[in-house]
Every structure is written in structure tokens, then in C-alpha cells.
């Protein structure tokens, strides 16, 4: 039996420090790449089902998903970006 590594497209909440006048302002430094993050604020909300692997990219997968019952709306296998099978040396 193989092992794979499989990532899955998740939503979190982060929190920044940002200094500025308004908040608009720090929104805009936040964006732009000048917020500092706040330890242990980093949550977990829900996996993304609206991003994946294009099922044309990996038609052998879409085929699986969608014989185990498994819908591929929009043409996307939910939630994985990528699937790689792990080869252990020894």
C-alpha cells in the first residue's frame, strides 16, 4: 500500500497589528504588506469546497472521485490542490 501527501484548500482568520491614523489606512498598510502578526491567532474556519485540481488535469483522479460517488462541480476536484505519492528511501 502507498502513502500519499495531500494538501487541502482551507479558510483561516489571521490577526495583524497595523499602526495608522484611520482605519481605512491600516487596511490599505495591511494590504500592501506592513502588518505585523499576532502569535496564536491563526484560525482554522472551513475548508474551501470552491477551489481544486482542474478534473482535465488529472482525468485518472476525476475518474476515481466521480465512481465513488464524489460530484465535481464546475469541472474542479473540491478541495485538493495537489496529491503526491511519498516514496520512503530504505
Known amino acids: 500500500m502507498a502513502t500519499f501527501e495531500i494538501?487541502?484548500?482551507?479558510?483561516?482568520?489571521?490577526?495583524?497589528?497595523?499602526?495608522?491614523?484611520?482605519?481605512g489606512e491600516a487596511v490599505v498598510k495591511l494590504l500592501q504588506g506592513h502588518g505585523e502578526p499576532l502569535d496564536?491567532?491563526?484560525e482554522f474556519i472551513e475548508v474551501c469546497h470552491d477551489k481544486?485540481?482542474?478534473?482535465d488535469s488529472a482525468p485518472d483522479l476525476a475518474t476515481h472521485l466521480r465512481q465513488a460517488g464524489i460530484?465535481?462541480?464546475g469541472g474542479v476536484v473540491p478541495l485538493i490542490p495537489t496529491v503526491r505519492e511519498c516514496y520512503q528511501v530504505g
Open 71 to 73: 460530484e465535481l462541480g
Open 40 to 42: 496564536d491567532t491563526l
Open 52 to 55: 481544486g485540481i482542474a478534473a
Open 7 to 23: 494538501e487541502q484548500y482551507e479558510l483561516h482568520v489571521m490577526t495583524y497589528r497595523v499602526e495608522a491614523d484611520t482605519p
